[in-house]
């Protein structure tokens, strides 16, 4: 007779549900077989969100017997800090996270003006090929679940509270991977945010960053929640774009921005247009007029991004002159344009960075 494997004796996390990032609806449907009171759902969520339980054993308002029940059934996935890289101004925090099947994925805090701002990523890595970009070298690992987003997030907020009693105040969904290829998930995560026992997050304050899939930007324009919209362009015409994003071959570059344009009309939200700056490259004059004809008359502005340069993409910086010169030429042509301020330049905040160095350890 085979001996019991004593694997199959003890409790196995990896056999319980995980119920972090579940709303109260679905955590009420989940409940139902307790027979507990509705309110009993938001509580839990309250736990998790507000308060960062990471046990049912912490929810002190909850029955002792409940608390054992919903531990014998559920779990609170919370992720692992594998990494931690704080900037020397101490304004810009990199994270790396880690769940629980070992895939790693980086978050970022930046410290802001107006409060503090979390970039999140949607997908452990990047399928898109952009030729600038670190979060592309490994591919895509998989797409993240709302929770795994919300995770994220809560994680940070938990961290600023126990730091200095602060909060986050906006997001950005601009860390690695493209959210409109996680179309569903992502979407319930910015939801999830919205919820009052959740953070009550404004739909204003939350900002999605896509590398152009323009069938879901015309359906997130039909959505009717006004979140701002910024688009990776990176080149003002279709060759060249196709040479740095690959993406834009299936999509063309007229077509996102008449998908863009789209989504500035239906919201009255205006869109950033996302422009990094590549020394010699697509920082000429004649670019920057060429990207003032693709743009005029449009509720938009341009946010121009000095290449956080990359070893393995031989790509360069352009110099402070040819930076002010073409913000010089997008504005006589009466483009609304900005230089991103960099943040976090001495952890390497650029997406993919981190998670990169480990995954090469």
């Excluded at 979407?187 to 960053?209: D, K, M, Q, W």
Aim: include cysteine; aromatic fraction near 6%.
């Amino acid at each position: 007779m085979t001996a019991p494997n004593e694997l199959d004796k003890a409790p196995d996390k990896r056999r319980k549900k995980d119920i972090f990032g579940e709303n109260v609806e679905a955590l009420q449907a989940e409940l139902a077989p307790l027979h507990l009171p509705k309110y009993r759902a938001k509580q839990i969520a309250e736990w998790m969100y507000q308060k960062g339980a990471a046990s049912f054993a912490a929810m002190t308002n909850l029955p002792k017997a409940l608390r054992e029940a919903l531990d014998d059934a559920y779990m609170i996935g919370q992720p692992f800090v594998r990494d931690r890289l704080d900037s020397a101004d101490g304004l810009t925090s990199k994270f790396l996270f880690e769940f629980a099947d070992g895939t790693a994925i980086e978050s970022v805090l930046m410290r802001q003006s107006y409060g503090n701002s979390v970039c999140v990523s949607s997908q452990a890595g990047c399928n898109m090929g952009c030729a600038f970009c670190a979060s592309t070298l490994h591919g895509m690992a998989r797409n993240l679940s709302a929770g795994e987003m919300a995770a994220q997030v809560i994680a940070i907020n938990n961290r600023l509270r126990e730091e200095d009693g602060g909060k986050v105040d906006t997001i950005v969904i601009m860390g690695s991977g493209e959210p409109l290829m996680n179309y569903d998930q992502v979407l319930a995560f910015i939801h999830l945010l919205h919820e009052p026992y959740v953070l009550g997050l404004g739909y204003r304050n939350i900002t999605l960053s896509t590398a152009g899939i323009v069938p879901n930007m015309l359906r997130l324009a039909d959505e009717g929640i006004p979140i701002s919209l910024s688009v990776s362009l990176h080149a003002p015409n279709q060759p060249l774009r196709e040479k740095l994003m690959p993406i834009s071959k299936k999509y063309p570059m007229e077509d996102v921005v008449r998908a863009a344009k789209h989504y500035a009309d239906k919201t009255k939200r205006r869109v950033t247009y996302e422009y990094i700056l590549i020394d010699g490259v697509n920082d000429t004059e004649e670019h920057a007029r060429e990207l003032a004809k693709l743009l005029h008359g449009q509720l938009a502005n341009v946010n121009l991004i000095p290449i956080n340069p990359v070893a393995e993409r031989h790509l360069l910086r352009p110099s402070k002159e040819r930076i002010d010169h073409f913000l010089r030429s997008l504005t006589m042509h009466h483009i609304q344009a900005t230089v991103r301020k960099e943040m976090g330049t001495d952890i390497h905040a650029a997406c993919g960075q981190l998670r990169n160095k480990h995954l090469e350890a």
